[in-house]
Nanobody
Framework: QVQLVESGGGLVQAGGSLRLSCAASGSTFSTYAVGWFRQAPQKEREFVAGINWSGGSTLYADSVKDRFTISRDNAKNTGYLQMNSLKPEDTAVYYC?????????????????WGQGTQVTVSS
């Protein structure tokens, strides 16, 4: 199994940028597809972005496409979510998740392992 720890969240003004990191341990990170999800209070956890084992395939929610970029560095056992042009509606707890398959899942129950989450707050 794999353990995941997110970092990089914080408070940022609208239009600003943050980079989230997902540090993995306990297993070979390169064998896991990675997804990022977010959840705002009283809202469903929603898919943000995903990346396959090799990093050669990515998937984005329409709401973040062209603003967010997902990547991974398997040599560092770390995944990243670069968030640019942030909007107040991006405010949520962001979670990193992993699944032991090559495919990118777009629903929470497709993933086996989760980090603790990191808060992102975007002010106007």
């Amino acid at each position: 199994q794999v353990q995941l720890v997110e970092s990089g969240g914080g408070l940022v003004q609208a239009g600003g940028s943050l980079r989230l990191s997902c540090a993995a341990s306990g297993s070979t990170f390169s064998t896991y597809a990675v997804g990022w999800f977010r959840q705002a209070p009283q809202k469903e956890r929603e898919f943000v972005a995903g990346i396959n084992w090799s990093g050669g395939s990515t998937l984005y929610a329409d709401s973040v496409k062209d603003r967010f970029t997902i990547s991974r560095d398997n040599a560092k056992n770390t995944g990243y979510l670069q968030m640019n042009s942030l909007k107040p509606e991006d405010t949520a707890v962001y979670y990193c998740a992993a699944r032991y398959t090559y495919g990118i899942g777009a629903t929470p129950n497709a993933y086996d392992y989760w980090g603790q989450g990191t808060q992102v707050t975007v002010s106007s």
